[in-house]
């Protein structure tokens, strides 16, 4: 089988060759410093295993690297950002999101090897109000896709993204406001915390019926009608 093959099996529970050998996801530090700058797929076959490769098309990620140079602006949600400190080991940038409504501000620094948040998005309860009305859903590029999938071949399967800094409403909340703040919410005020998550799941599911159809099969159509 090859690896497509062999993984595409497991995950229709079928029982291939063997069991598809594979990890989560590559690092750029990791593909930088230890494996000589290969890219994720090279890196997948010299090391033998089934390539498994992220589909990284910007979609609101704050901890893809150079973040900002992706973020979706549109007219209701323009986000700027600062480049505060461009030191690859103290990389800062400061983020100010502008709607009819109001505006929002959050922060980031990111090292060689990873990107966290010092100031979250949401600071008082009435902010959510702006994101379910003006935060922005993006759309797929399915040419940009297709092209992707023909890429990878038979080397592996290419993985996708629900919309979001995280695909779980949840773990999406996490990153927009402090965790210890989102636990106290869920016991002062469930109704806000429920406003906050059936948002973020209406926009995840926008997300789906817009962008993923036709982007799921085993072979999107776009890249059967690339192919010639």
Known sequence: ??????????????????????????????????????????????????????????????????????????????????????????????????????????????NDRTTWITEYLIKRLEDVGLIAKYMPVPRLSKDAIAREYERVGDEGILRGFVWGDQAGCWQHACCLMNLQDMVLAGIDDPAWLHSLLRALMDKKLRFIEDSLAGATSSRPAAARAATP
């Open 1 to 110: 089988m090859t690896p497509k093959e062999r993984m595409l099996t497991a995950l229709m529970r079928g029982k291939p060759d063997r069991l598809p050998a594979t990890i989560h996801q590559w690092q750029d530090y990791h593909l930088k410093t230890f494996m000589g700058g290969v890219d994720a797929l090279e890196a997948y076959k010299v090391c033998g295993l089934d390539a498994s490769i992220q589909y990284w098309e910007a979609m609101g990620q704050f901890w893809i690297p150079d973040a900002e140079k992706f973020v979706v602006s549109v007219p209701d949600w323009r986000d700027d950002a600062e480049l505060v400190d461009a030191d690859p080991l103290h990389r800062v940038v400061h983020h100010t999101v502008s709607t009819p409504g109001g505006t929002l501000t959050y922060k980031t620094e990111a």
